[in-house]
């Protein structure tokens, strides 16, 4: 008989979202690569509604003047996603103003941590650079960024993951 030990799979959030990338643009699975925030939200929140059933779709901060609605809520690990669309090099600005708008908006006392989610249809600006952004700007290291490239890597280019502090 089956015995009922439980097998246990433990990744790291941000780890499973930059693995996320080779998934969200199969062709064999989805007709195309991402076309927009929306495609890149849906595919992303899919995946990761297996691993965290208590996924939360669009959750809203209630504030005094204004609400606040980030793209994915994660309660069990107090974590908050928000997804960008980056397809233009025009638009890094504009993308950077909103990374920044929303890092105020979304404080709370019921999320803890931070994560955006910026998906270029090719490479604009490295996910280091972005990080550089928050850190410059006064963001907490609670906030962080994970950059995914709509391009494949090019020959002999590794993807590089930061290490880990600590």
């Known amino acids: ?15 499973i979202i930059r693995d996320i990338h080779y ?15 929306k495609d890149v939200h849906i ?18 901060l209630t504030k005094p003047i204004k609400n606040f609605e980030p793209d994915t809520g994660i309660p069990s690990i107090e974590t908050l996603i928000e997804y960008k669309f980056l397809s233009r090099p025009e638009d890094v600005g504009t993308i950077a103003d909103e990374v920044l708008a929303d890092t ?17 249809t090719k490479r604009f600006k490295r996910e ?30 590794k993807k590089k993951i930061p290490a880990k502090k600590g």
């Open 104 to 120: 105020r908006g979304y404080n709370s006392k019921d999320w803890r941590r931070f994560i955006y989610v910026i998906y270029e």
């Open 43 to 60: 595919r992303i929140e899919g995946i990761l509604k297996c691993v965290f059933p208590d996924l939360k779709h669009k959750p809203t």
């Open 1 to 15: 008989y089956p015995s009922d030990e439980r097998t246990q799979i433990t990744k790291d959030l941000l780890q």
């Open 23 to 37: 998934t969200i643009t199969d062709k064999a699975l989805f007709k195309s690569v991402p076309q927009d925030e």
């Open 128 to 157: 280091n650079e972005w990080v550089q952004l928050l850190r410059q700007s006064g963001v907490p290291e609670n906030t962080t960024v994970v950059v995914l490239s709509g391009e494949p890597p090019t020959r002999g280019e």
